[in-house]
Nanobody, 125 residues
Framework: QVSLVESGGGLAQPGGSLNLSCSVS????????MGWYRHFPGQAPGTQRE???????????YYVDSVRGRFTISRDNAKNAAYLQMNMLKPEDTAVYYC???????????????WGQGTQVTVSS
């Protein structure tokens, strides 16, 4: 069993900052790519989440164009944790943010996709 727990969401003013954290625990054999996705308000429940940023376990990163230069993803492999520093926030960043991790568990040879429960980020004056 593996669990992902996010924290750090909340209310920020336009131009402000928030830092999201994601902690992974459980029977982890290998933690591969970690990323942050978001689901915008008003979207239908089955709508695909938008990939915001991701980082491989070797440090390679990807950012969606709308956040490049404002958001920074990082991870602490020793702590099985990932972070998303969000600066210069805009109202259109308002969404539920989900942590994602590709994990091979100790009891399996399969690499599975795991999600956190989500944390709300609201950018408003």
């Amino acid at each position: 069993q593996v669990s992902l727990v996010e924290s750090g969401g909340g209310l920020a003013q336009p131009g402000g900052s928030l830092n999201l954290s994601c902690s992974v625990s459980g029977s982890i054999f290998t933690l591969y790519q970690m990323g942050w996705y978001r689901h915008f308000p008003g979207q239908a429940p089955g709508t695909q989440r938008e990939l915001v940023a991701r980082m491989t376990n070797t440090g390679r990163t990807y950012y969606v164009d709308s956040v490049r230069g404002r958001f920074t993803i990082s991870r602490d492999n020793a702590k099985n944790a990932a972070y998303l520093q969000m600066n210069m926030l805009k109202p259109e960043d308002t969404a539920v943010y989900y942590c994602n991790a590709e994990i091979r568990e100790t009891s399996s040879y399969v690499v599975g996709d795991h999600w956190g429960q989500g944390t709300q980020v609201t950018v408003s004056s």
